[in-house]
């Protein structure tokens, strides 16, 4: 059963990859390859919508023997880090905003789009074409040069004692 559920998420991974790495890849800029990622993880989601409700659902809750996660998440972390690699690389080419950690940007871009096929499971009805493009503008404000750099955040130290 494990190593069943083990090649259906593999399966899918591979079909997903297959699928957006085209589109990330004819995008000619950083904006265009940003929003091409998002959008398509969105639409092949779209297409697939119940074999990635099903999957997901199985890969999130499957428990090994000794009632440990069946999944490591480590798609997830390699889908960051190549995500956080394609923005750290446009903004030192100045195309994105150099006010943004990368790293974090990558994991708020990939916990929205994960967030999305619990919400088809539940909400049938749900436009995931307009949720792709909501999705991609928001990033698109949130990391595009021209602004001017932000003020760093305030970090809160903790009082001393």
């Known amino acids: 059963k494990d190593d069943l559920i083990r090649e259906l998420v593999a399966e899918l991974v591979t079909r997903g990859s297959a699928y957006m790495r085209p589109r990330v890849e004819a995008a000619p800029t950083g904006a265009g390859k940003l929003r091409a990622f998002i959008e398509s993880n969105l639409f092949f989601m779209r297409?697939?919508?119940?074999?990635?409700?099903?999957?997901?659902?199985?890969?999130?809750?499957?428990?090994?023997?000794?009632?440990?996660?069946?999944?490591?998440?480590?798609?997830?972390?390699?889908?960051?880090?190549?995500?956080?690699?394609?923005?750290?690389?446009?903004?030192?080419?100045?195309?994105?905003?150099?006010?943004?950690?990368?790293?974090?940007?990558?994991m708020t871009i990939r916990a929205a789009i994960d967030a999305v096929p619990s919400r088809l499971a539940r909400d049938p009805a749900l436009d995931v074409g307009h949720h792709a493009h909501e999705l991609a503008d928001l990033f698109h404000v949130a990391t595009r040069a021209g602004d001017g750099p932000r003020e760093p955040s305030a970090r809160q130290q903790p009082p001393e004692e």
Do not use: C, K, W
């Open 47 to 106: 297409e697939n919508r119940n074999h990635v409700v099903a999957t997901v659902e199985i890969a999130l809750n499957a428990r090994t023997a000794d009632g440990s996660r069946l999944y490591d998440f480590s798609v997830q972390d390699a889908g960051v880090a190549a995500l956080e690699q394609l923005l750290t690389h446009f903004q030192g080419a100045g195309e994105f905003r150099a006010g943004f950690d990368p790293h974090v940007m990558a």
